[in-house]
């Protein structure tokens, strides 16, 4: 049986639908209302608040603890400055993708983690010879995604007008004002949703008076709470892949062709081959010298002729409002090249997107393919076009 | 007199049709430059602080139409467009019942049926036959219409295409249609329903923009316009801009100016220049002349040919059949800024007004609205269609304060005592729109900081819409497809060589749309292509 996170009382509350899903063992809302549009044009104008606590989280503390961190992930963390966030992703011993998550530097020796995935083992199973402690914080800090653009105007009365000069991947401890008093947390500019937007963590037992405060704030900029069918549409819009729907983590592939590298998934520009070793640098070295055999693009799914496909049966193109996770094939000319793993409607750039996997040599933007599509169950092949991701980067997202 | 470097084109109005087809151009690699009389852009769908703190979508209140591939072509998103749906449509009815229809279908069902099982069980069907006829129309307002009685073989083509389209259709579908284009919208709307109270406000989706009543035959038609926007399904572009109307203007702005063009407001045309029957350029207001390849007008046609143009440059029976071409503007509106959400007595609360909210009681009470139009006076009772935009955008009023938009019909250009006598009418129109409100909303007059009241005098005179038509012409049959704004001349070119009509006055007509702007463009262009 799923788990009640700490703001279960409200969220199931406001729950309207019914409409739950399992999130990494926990309770989580899909949609609040049956008809999703207001939380999506919420998010997109006005501002959202997402229950992101079934994220797994981890604090890792010490004198080595940049180390460990450095030697399980394909980045340093050694230079970084108190308060910059990381995004990351880490490999198994074959440079195969486990994970992708975030890693906040909080303090001089302390850093926390999250991701996707449970990665307790894999932390600790490299920290053999590290001074260095990780304890897994995943059921005791509660955690919510405020996001929108007018995510700081929501918060600003909450935390303090300091929040105006947090730059974008940047974290800062906070006191939250709650009920006349304050409790302590810690503010990430960060999220999912490629928009403007916050992330705020804090204890659990502090996590239902957070939520009335946060709500409150935002009634009169049209705060709503959010699910995660929009978000789901939202990560596609801002090119964010979701580790067991867009790739298979390493661990869970049951055959070889599951896996993904860093290369193939588009994270290239986090790996940082030369330095100490680290788990699957030398898997990855060679890859980077032959580069990858496929890679993650973004997909631009040619209306027009989605559209003419359904005229040919004298229907209206109907697209389902939450993110299709059903795999797809590419083709070029004639030949499966790729498949898409997440398409999404996009309703405010009227673009029907697909994440996708294609052969290198037609991951160029701009490359032309065919994607297919059913139609009274009938299969179809329409134009699809390689595009750069994010395809919706709004500049208050780092402004 | 200054004489400037010479433009491939220049747009005449910076409403957002003309804004479109810069924007077209000037992705084209085009040098185009618009030129706006007004200190703002937008015409008539415009946002403007009125008053200190509110901001009013002074004239297009909602944004019903904007077509989708627009929207892509102009990466219109990345340029500041931000949409927020319509969440309902809710009518108050004085006996201190009320309706109301949700975008979650299920909660409709529940709420008409309270006045008519029977219809709230056949809305679905009814959505499915309108959805079903809306897939026949929309082919012909995303594109140029084909003419019929060119015997240009690419022309036929398009024509037969369109033809075998239409031959697709169920016999039961043919039948619709041939409804649709003859019958009054709410004979048609009683082959379906029995509510009054459904049927009222349906209804008036046929008459807005015209000069007729809801019982008046050829309505059945322009219900239909309004169902494209449901057509547009995934597209849902039935919404508020935010902050106002004006942000689709100036995202489309936003998005010329990217692409190249230059913009300049308080830059009124007094004259388009024609040389042995080619338009070479404008005299502006100031008396700059300059110079373009071609003029494009967004104004509408009466304006652009005989405000601008003159009539010794045109053929007269082009003149003639411009002189027939009817304005007929019949509505007003009445902009408020209000200290406090206002509360309907049938039904307190907010979470159904964040829709639209429909005065149209009756079918009745609608007709008779028309009846006293039609000898010469505005409604003492007129249809209202209220929107509350700041209940779900909060950049357009202070906290806790809002503003409320009031579409007004019938107000027709052409009084008893003329036109010109509309201003010394103003006060009394407004406060018969502020009487008939109070019926629902009794504290109206206590929440009222400020009230902008625009007759259609006011919107010839201030935007340039002659007899004050929204639409630039009505939506009715005979002034729509080939033949708008008139048989011969329904694609953008026009008899002066190089000069070219681009607003509401050509197909597909009015709303915020920005289809004409587009097909202008691609027209001038030549990428229009031959499919329908």
């Given at each position: 049986?799923?788990?009640?996170?700490?703001?279960?009382?409200?969220?199931?509350?406001?729950c309207t639908?019914?409409?739950?899903?399992e999130?990494?063992?926990?309770?989580?809302?899909?949609?609040?209302?049956?008809?999703?549009?207001?939380?999506?044009?919420?998010?997109?104008?006005?501002?959202?608040?997402?229950?992101?606590?079934?994220?797994?989280?981890?604090?890792?503390?010490?004198?080595?603890?940049?180390?460990?961190?450095?030697?399980?992930?394909?980045?340093?963390?050694?230079?970084?400055?108190?308060?910059?966030?990381?995004?990351?992703?880490?490999?198994?011993?074959?440079?195969?993708?486990?994970?992708d998550?975030?890693?906040?530097?909080?303090?001089?020796?302390?850093?926390?983690?999250?991701?996707?995935?449970?990665?307790?083992?894999?932390l600790?199973?490299?920290?053999?010879?590290?001074?260095?402690?990780?304890?897994?914080?995943?059921?005791r800090?509660?955690?919510?995604?405020?996001?929108?653009?007018?995510?700081?105007?929501?918060?600003?009365?909450?935390?303090?007008?300091?929040?105006?000069?947090?730059?974008?991947?940047?974290?800062?401890?906070?006191?939250?004002?709650?009920k006349?008093?304050?409790?302590?947390?810690?503010?990430?500019?960060?999220?999912y949703?490629g928009?403007?937007?916050?992330?705020?963590?804090?204890?659990?037992?502090?996590?239902?008076?957070?939520?009335?405060?946060?709500?409150?704030?935002?009634?009169?900029?049209?705060?709503?709470?959010?699910?995660?069918?929009?978000?789901?549409?939202?990560?596609?819009?801002a090119?964010?892949?979701?580790?067991?729907?867009?790739?298979?983590?390493?661990?869970?592939?049951?055959?070889?062709?599951?896996?993904?590298?860093?290369?193939?998934?588009?994270?290239?520009?986090?790996?940082?081959?030369?330095?100490g070793?680290f788990i699957?640098?030398?898997?990855?070295?060679?890859e980077?010298?032959?580069?990858?055999?496929?890679?993650?693009?973004?997909?631009?799914?040619?209306?027009?002729?989605?559209?003419?496909?359904?005229?040919?049966?004298?229907?209206?193109?109907?697209?389902?409002?939450?993110?299709?996770?059903?795999?797809?094939?590419?083709?070029h000319?004639?030949?499966?090249?790729?498949?898409?793993?997440?398409?999404?409607?996009?309703?405010?750039?009227?673009?029907?997107?697909?994440?996708?996997?294609?052969?290198?040599?037609?991951?160029?933007?701009?490359?032309?393919?065919?994607?297919?599509?059913?139609?009274?169950?009938?299969?179809?092949?329409?134009?699809?076009t390689?595009r750069?991701?994010?395809?919706?980067?709004?500049?208050?997202?780092?402004? | 007199?200054?004489?400037?470097?010479?433009?491939?084109a220049?747009?005449?109005g910076?409403?957002?049709?003309?804004l479109?087809?810069?924007?077209?151009?000037?992705?084209?690699?085009k040098?185009?430059?618009?030129?706006?009389?007004?200190?703002?852009?937008?015409?008539?769908?415009?946002s403007?602080?009125?008053?200190?703190?509110?901001t009013?979508?002074?004239?297009?209140?909602?944004?019903?139409?904007?077509?989708?591939?627009?929207?892509?072509?102009?990466?219109?998103?990345?340029?500041?467009?931000?949409?927020?749906?319509?969440?309902?449509?809710?009518?108050?009815?004085?006996?201190?019942?009320?309706?109301?229809?949700?975008?979650?279908?299920?909660?409709?069902?529940?709420?008409?049926?309270?006045?008519?099982?029977?219809?709230?069980?056949?809305?679905?069907?009814?959505?499915?036959?309108?959805?079903?006829?809306?897939?026949?129309?929309?082919?012909?307002?995303d594109?140029?219409?084909?003419?019929?009685?060119?015997?240009?073989?690419s022309?036929?083509?398009?024509?037969?295409?369109?033809g075998?389209?239409?031959?697709?259709?169920?016999?039961?579908?043919?039948?619709?249609?041939?409804?649709?284009?003859?019958?009054?919208?709410?004979?048609?709307?009683?082959?379906?329903?029995?509510?009054?109270?459904?049927?009222?406000?349906?209804?008036?989706?046929?008459?807005?923009?015209?000069?007729?009543?809801?019982?008046?035959?050829?309505?059945?038609?322009?219900?239909?316009?309004?169902?494209?926007?449901?057509?547009?399904?995934?597209?849902?572009?039935?919404?508020?801009?935010?902050?106002?109307?004006?942000?689709?203007?100036?995202?489309?702005?936003?998005?010329?100016?990217?692409?190249?063009?230059?913009?300049?407001?308080?830059?009124?045309?007094?004259?388009i220049?024609?040389?042995?029957?080619?338009?070479?350029?404008?005299?502006?207001?100031?008396?700059?002349?300059?110079?373009?390849?071609?003029?494009?007008?967004?104004?509408?046609?009466?304006?652009?040919?005989?405000?601008?143009?003159?009539?010794?440059?045109?053929?007269?029976?082009?003149?003639?059949?411009?002189?027939?071409?009817?304005?007929?503007g019949?509505?007003?509106?009445?902009?408020?800024?209000?200290?406090?959400?206002?509360?309907?007595?049938?039904?307190p609360?907010?979470?159904?007004?964040?829709?639209?909210?429909?005065?149209?009681?009756?079918?009745?009470?609608?007709?008779r609205?028309?009846?006293?139009?039609?000898?010469?006076?505005f409604?003492?009772?007129?249809?209202?269609?209220?929107?509350?935009?700041?209940?779900?955008?909060?950049?357009?009023?202070?906290?806790?304060?809002?503003?409320?938009?009031?579409?007004?019909?019938?107000?027709?250009?052409?009084?008893?005592?003329?036109?010109?006598?509309?201003?010394e009418?103003?006060?009394?129109?407004?406060?018969?729109?502020?009487?008939?409100?109070?019926e629902?909303?009794?504290?109206?007059?206590?929440?009222i900081?400020?009230?902008?009241?625009?007759?259609?005098?006011?919107?010839?005179?201030?935007?340039?819409?002659?007899?004050?038509?929204?639409?630039?012409?009505?939506?009715?049959?005979?002034?729509?497809?080939?033949?708008?704004?008139?048989?011969?001349?329904?694609?953008?070119?026009?008899?002066?060589?190089?000069?070219?009509?681009?607003?509401?006055?050509?197909?597909?007509?009015g709303?915020?749309?920005?289809?004409?702007?587009?097909?202008?463009?691609?027209?001038?262009?030549?990428?229009?292509?031959?499919?329908?």
């Amino acid at each position: 049986m799923a788990l009640a996170t700490p703001f279960h009382p409200r969220t199931s509350e406001l729950c309207t639908s019914l409409a739950f899903k399992e999130w990494a063992g926990c309770h989580a809302v899909r949609r609040y209302d049956v008809y999703q549009d207001r939380e999506y044009y919420a998010l997109r104008n006005q501002a959202t608040l997402m229950d992101a606590s079934p994220l797994y989280k981890y604090d890792v503390e010490g004198p080595n603890a940049a180390d460990l961190l450095g030697r399980v992930m394909v980045r340093a963390f050694g230079a970084h400055e108190v308060g910059r966030v990381s995004y990351v992703c880490w490999c198994d011993d074959q440079g195969k993708v486990l994970d992708d998550g975030t890693v906040a530097k909080l303090g001089e020796r302390h850093f926390r983690v999250t991701s996707a995935e449970p990665a307790l083992r894999w932390l600790e199973r490299s920290s053999r010879g590290f001074d260095v402690s990780v304890t897994d914080v995943s059921r005791r800090i509660a955690a919510l995604a405020l996001q929108g653009p007018l995510a700081r105007e929501v918060l600003r009365p909450i935390v303090g007008s300091g929040l105006d000069t947090l730059p974008f991947f940047r974290a800062t401890p906070v006191r939250y004002a709650v009920k006349g008093t304050d409790v302590e947390g810690v503010v990430t500019r960060t999220g999912y949703t490629g928009d403007l937007g916050y992330e705020l963590w804090m204890r659990n037992e502090d996590a239902l008076a957070v939520y009335d405060s946060v709500m409150e704030s935002g009634r009169p900029f049209g705060l709503l709470p959010m699910g995660l069918d929009v978000l789901d549409v939202a990560r596609v819009e801002a090119g964010f892949l979701l580790a067991g729907v867009d790739y298979t983590p390493a661990n869970r592939a049951f055959i070889e062709r599951q896996k993904s590298s860093p290369y193939e998934l588009g994270f290239d520009w986090m790996v940082r081959l030369d330095r100490g070793p680290f788990i699957g640098q030398d898997a990855l070295r060679r890859e980077f010298a032959t580069g990858p055999a496929r890679r993650l693009v973004g997909v631009e799914i040619d209306w027009d002729e989605f559209e003419a496909v359904h005229e040919r049966f004298g229907l209206i193109p109907y697209i389902e409002t939450a993110t299709s996770r059903e795999g797809v094939p590419l083709y070029h000319d004639g030949r499966q090249v790729g498949y898409a793993t997440s398409r999404a409607w996009s309703p405010l750039l009227k673009k029907y997107l697909a994440l996708c996997t294609v052969e290198s040599a037609y991951a160029a933007p701009g490359t032309q393919l065919q994607i297919e599509v059913t139609c009274e169950y009938e299969r179809h092949r329409v134009k699809a076009t390689v595009r750069p991701t994010p395809f919706f980067d709004p500049e208050r997202k780092r402004a | 007199m200054a004489v400037s470097a010479r433009y491939d084109a220049i747009v005449v109005g910076g409403g957002h049709n003309g804004l479109t087809c810069a924007a077209y151009l000037a992705k084209a690699g085009k040098r185009v430059l618009v030129l706006e009389r007004r200190h703002v852009l937008g015409g008539a769908a415009v946002s403007e602080e009125v008053f200190p703190g509110f901001t009013y979508s002074v004239c297009s209140y909602v944004v019903s139409l904007l077509r989708p591939w627009i929207i892509r072509d102009l990466e219109l998103s990345r340029f500041g467009l931000e949409m927020i749906p319509l969440e309902s449509s809710f009518l108050p009815l004085p006996d201190g019942r009320s309706m109301c229809r949700w975008a979650d279908p299920a909660l409709t069902r529940d709420e008409v049926s309270r006045f008519s099982r029977h219809d709230a069980e056949l809305m679905p069907e009814f959505s499915k036959a309108m959805s079903k006829i809306g897939r026949f129309v929309r082919p012909i307002i995303d594109s140029p219409v084909p003419v019929p009685t060119s015997m240009n073989p690419s022309e036929l083509v398009r024509l037969l295409k369109l033809g075998r389209h239409f031959q697709d259709a169920s016999v039961d579908m043919m039948e619709l249609r041939l409804k649709l284009l003859t019958m009054s919208a709410v004979d048609f709307l009683d082959e379906w329903f029995e509510a009054e109270e459904l049927k009222a406000p349906m209804s008036v989706s046929g008459i807005i923009g015209t000069f007729l009543g809801v019982r008046s035959p050829g309505t059945a038609y322009v219900l239909l316009h309004h169902y494209m926007g449901e057509i547009d399904g995934a597209f849902r572009s039935w919404g508020f801009s935010r902050g106002g109307t004006g942000g689709v203007s100036n995202a489309i702005a936003n998005a010329a100016r990217h692409f190249g063009a230059e913009i300049r407001t308080e830059a009124g045309v007094r004259e388009i220049l024609v040389k042995g029957g080619r338009a070479t350029g404008v005299v502006l207001e100031n008396g700059d002349e300059l110079r373009a390849a071609h003029v494009v007008s967004g104004c509408d046609p009466r304006r652009t040919f005989l405000g601008f143009v003159g009539a010794e440059h045109l053929p007269q029976e082009f003149v003639t059949a411009l002189s027939r071409y009817r304005f007929r503007g019949s509505s007003g509106k009445v902009n408020l800024a209000l200290d406090g959400l206002p509360e309907f007595t049938c039904r307190p609360g907010d979470a159904h007004l964040r829709g639209d909210i429909a005065i149209a009681p009756s079918i009745d009470y609608l007709e008779r609205a028309y009846d006293e139009a039609k000898y010469g006076s505005f409604s003492r009772r007129p249809y209202i269609n209220i929107v509350l935009p700041s209940l779900v955008d909060s950049t357009i009023a202070p906290p806790g304060k809002h503003v409320m938009s009031c579409f007004v019909q019938y107000a027709p250009y052409e009084i008893s005592e003329g036109a010109e006598h509309w201003p010394e009418k103003r006060d009394a129109f407004g406060e018969t729109v502020i009487d008939t409100i109070e019926e629902y909303v009794p504290n109206i007059r206590d929440l009222i900081l400020h009230k902008q009241v625009l007759t259609p005098w006011d919107m010839e005179q201030e935007f340039g819409l002659s007899e004050g038509n929204i639409f630039h012409g009505e939506l009715t049959l005979d002034q729509l497809a080939f033949q708008r704004p008139m048989s011969g001349w329904a694609r953008y070119r026009t008899p002066v060589r190089n000069l070219w009509l681009a607003g509401s006055g050509t197909h597909p007509g009015g709303g915020v749309m920005g289809s004409p702007g587009a097909l202008c463009a691609r027209a001038m262009l030549g990428t229009n292509g031959g499919s329908g």
